[in-house]
């Protein structure tokens, strides 16, 4: 695969749009690992999470009603928990 393109060639932004609402992992640059559900997400990956739970060296740190991440501290988003 070039360029990290999946095998089915499908397009991030359409995968990002099909899971909005859906629970996710969003694993950020510092290790921080932020787990909630997906809200919006816009072209430059800026996030917003609700019922958003932050895990740090995989111990629960803190619970937020809503939280929003800078896109360029994203490293992955995951679908499902």
Do not use: H, W
């Not at 932004?13 to 950020?28: D, H, N, P, R, Y």
């Not at 809200?39 to 009603?65: C, F, P, T, W």
């Amino acid at each position: 695969m070039e360029n990290g393109a999946t095998s089915d060639g499908k397009d991030p932004s359409g995968f990002l749009s099909e899971i909005l609402g859906a629970s996710v992992t969003v694993k950020l640059n510092s290790g921080v690992v932020y787990k909630g559900e997906l809200q919006s997400v816009d072209g430059y990956m800026n996030i917003a999470l609700e019922k958003a739970q932050e895990y740090v060296n995989g111990k629960l740190r803190r619970s937020y009603g809503d939280a929003f991440v800078r896109g360029n501290n994203v490293m992955y988003i995951c679908a499902g928990n």
